[in-house]
C-alpha cells in the first residue's frame, strides 16, 4: 500500500511517503508561510523521485492540528485538491497524536503544552507504555494555569508552552518537563498514526474539517483510546 502523508499545523512543511510500513521518503523543512507556494511542489517531487503515479496512490494522512489557521486551510485544501481526480482513502490524524511520539525513552503520563496565546494552551495527556501509546483526555485548549491545578498524577510536559509557561509549571508539584525536545510534528509519525486509524475507519475528504477547539474544563480521568 502506497502512502502519503503531510502536516502543515505548524512553521513546518512535513511531507512523507511510505510503501506499506517501510518510509520511502522524508522531507522536513521550517516553511515559514510559504506552505501554500510549495506543498503541492513538494509533493510532486517526492513522486516523481520515487516514479510514483499519484492515482496510485492508496492513502492520504494529514494532520488535522490544532495549529494554524492558514496552514491547516492548506492542507484540508490540498487533500480535497488531490482526491479531487484520484480515489485514495483519507485519514485525518489528530497532530497530538504524532507529536506525542517524539518523545522516546520516556514512560508514564506524557503530555504537549503548545502555546496556543490569550493565556491558553493546547494540551492532551497519554499515558506511554514502551510502544504503546494511551490518550486519557480530550484534546484541550485550556488555561495553563488552571489545567496544571487539575493534574491528580505526574506529567512530562514538552513543547512550545513551556518557556511560556515554566513559572506555572515550577509551582505544580505534579508537572515535570523539557523545554529542549523536539516537539514539531513529524510526517512520518502522521503517517504512521494515519495508517493504523485507517484500519477501522477512513474520512470523506469532501467533509474533512481541521481539528478546531474550544475552551473546555479538563477531564483529567477521562480514558479516551485512540
Not at 512535513?14 to 518510509?23: E, L, P, Q, S
Not at 522536513?28 to 510514483?52: C, M
Not at 483519507?90 to 520516556?106: E, F, L, Q, W
Request: glycine share 8%; charged share 30%; proline share 4%.
Amino acid at each position: 500500500m502506497k502512502t502519503l502523508a503531510f502536516d502543515t499545523s505548524t512553521k513546518f512543511l512535513t511531507v512523507a511517503c511510505f510503501d506499506g510500513d517501510k518510509i520511502k521518503s522524508s522531507f522536513h523543512e521550517n516553511a515559514g508561510i510559504t506552505h501554500s507556494d510549495i506543498l503541492i511542489p513538494v509533493i510532486k517531487s517526492i513522486a516523481e523521485e520515487l516514479k510514483w503515479d499519484i492515482r496510485g496512490i492508496d492513502l492520504i494522512c494529514v494532520g488535522l492540528g490544532p495549529g494554524s489557521f492558514t496552514g491547516l486551510r492548506i492542507a484540508m485544501a490540498a487533500v480535497k485538491g488531490i482526491t479531487s481526480g484520484i480515489k485514495s482513502k483519507v485519514i485525518g490524524v489528530p497532530t497530538m497524536d504524532a507529536i506525542v511520539r517524539n518523545v522516546p525513552g520516556k514512560n508514564g503520563l506524557i503530555a504537549p503544552l503548545l502555546d496556543a496565546h490569550k493565556g491558553k494552551v493546547y494540551t492532551c495527556v497519554y499515558k506511554k507504555e514502551s510502544e504503546k501509546i494511551e490518550r486519557k483526555t480530550e484534546y484541550l485548549l485550556i488555561k495553563a494555569e488552571e489545567f496544571l491545578s487539575k493534574l491528580k498524577e505526574e506529567v512530562f510536559f514538552f513543547g512550545s508552552g513551556i518557556e511560556k509557561y515554566k513559572t506555572e509549571l515550577d509551582s505544580c508539584g505534579l508537572a515535570q518537563y523539557n523545554e529542549n525536545i523536539d516537539w514539531f510534528p513529524r510526517a512520518v509519525e502522521i503517517g504512521r498514526v494515519g495508517m493504523t486509524m485507517a484500519r477501522d475507519k477512513t474520512d470523506d475528504p469532501k467533509t474533512l474539517e481541521p481539528l478546531y477547539l474550544h475552551a473546555k474544563e479538563a477531564n483529567i480521568t477521562e480514558n479516551k483510546r485512540m
